[in-house]
């Protein structure tokens, strides 16, 4: 079928958003997961993942059986189309920690039938929250040194990092929806929208070390960045009246116009100009956000959003004429 020709309703398809399979997929992630970290537990010798902590208080090891566990929800989600919406992270986090609990049952249990084969257990045996509170009070980490064995017992303090496991195991598997949960999706549709890099324009000059006392150096420096800013100002303005006119060759020519876009990347303050369409319906919105920083003192903050119809979008992911290179092309969603 024609692209150009195929009516939007066409492209439709979903009628309903599929909670239950996204939730089922969790739960079977989840179960998958928890199974094979006991199978570990039960026919190695000192493996125990969910006891690895980092700097002795980050959950490392529960954390990525937490992320491995929810991955399942992420997934779904994705295959189907269905959005990750507030309720359904909510519901997310109460499966997690259904399971998180449903594993500590498990392990209750195993211990109780194998201390009463041993015939260690006269009378009732202990409930599972006497359990849990003895597992918590009994938390020790090891000895370094031969033998690797176990230190004292943390008695009540046991508590702090055995919920620090659950937390990690629990907020791990949210991680991979929470993803999701910010990635533009398109209501129409029903499906998540892929994000194009169309440019990156300069609104800083490069850094330079200056000496403090160089004042004169100093003030020349924030006067090149204050014209690079304004300069950035007037490309942004330009763009978005084009955006409005429907002028893509404008567009393209401002965005040609900026250099090259690694390099723009590297500087300070940088102005990104991105491309969010939906690959179903083809329609989208132009977004320009001032970027700061590098690395994790990176900030973003938006400064535009532009709605842009099917024809703009399929003109700027037009490449043949080289206005926007194929290979800078970025897609943060991995979509």
Request: with cysteine.
């Amino acid at each position: 079928m024609d692209l150009e020709s195929a009516p939007i309703e066409e492209y439709v398809s979903r009628r309903s958003t599929p909670y239950f399979a996204v939730l089922m997929s969790g739960l079977n992630t989840s179960a998958v997961t928890l199974a094979g970290v006991y199978w570990l537990g039960k026919n190695t010798n000192d493996f125990h993942i969910m006891g690895w902590y980092a700097n002795y208080v980050i959950p490392a090891g529960a954390m990525i059986v937490g992320i491995a566990a929810g991955s399942g929800y992420a997934i779904a989600s994705w295959l189907t189309g269905t959005r990750i919406s507030r309720g359904l992270l909510l519901a997310v986090l109460l499966c997690q920690t259904g399971a998180y609990f449903a594993a500590e049952y498990v392990e209750y249990r195993d211990v109780m039938d194998g201390l009463r084969q041993r015939g260690l257990i006269i009378g009732p045996e202990p409930s599972f929250p006497q359990y849990y509170d003895l597992k918590a009070r009994s938390f020790a980490w090891k000895k370094h040194g031969p033998g690797n064995q176990r230190g004292e017992a943390l008695g009540a303090w046991g508590y702090v990092f055995v919920l620090l496991g659950a937390a990690g195991f629990v907020l791990g598997g949210l991680i991979a929806p929470a993803v999701l949960y910010s990635v533009p999706y398109c209501e129409r549709c029903q499906r998540y929208m892929k994000t194009t890099l169309l440019g990156v324009l300069p609104a800083s000059v490069p850094a330079k070390k200056i000496a403090k006392r160089d004042q004169a150096a100093q003030e020349a420096h924030a006067k090149e960045n204050e014209h690079a800013a304004a300069k950035a100002d007037e490309a942004v303005a330009r763009l978005r009246a084009a955006v409005a006119e429907g002028q893509t060759d404008l567009v393209k020519r401002e965005l040609c116009a900026a250099a090259a876009r690694k390099a723009n990347e590297k500087l300070p303050q940088r102005v990104r100009v991105s491309l969010i369409w939906c690959k179903c319906c083809q329609e989208g919105r132009i977004v320009i956000a001032l970027a700061c920083g590098q690395g994790k003192a990176l900030q973003v903050r938006n400064l535009a959003e532009d709605a842009v119809p099917t024809v703009f979008v399929r003109q700027m992911l037009d490449t043949s004429d080289n206005a926007v290179e194929p290979a800078a092309a970025a897609d943060p969603a991995g979509m």
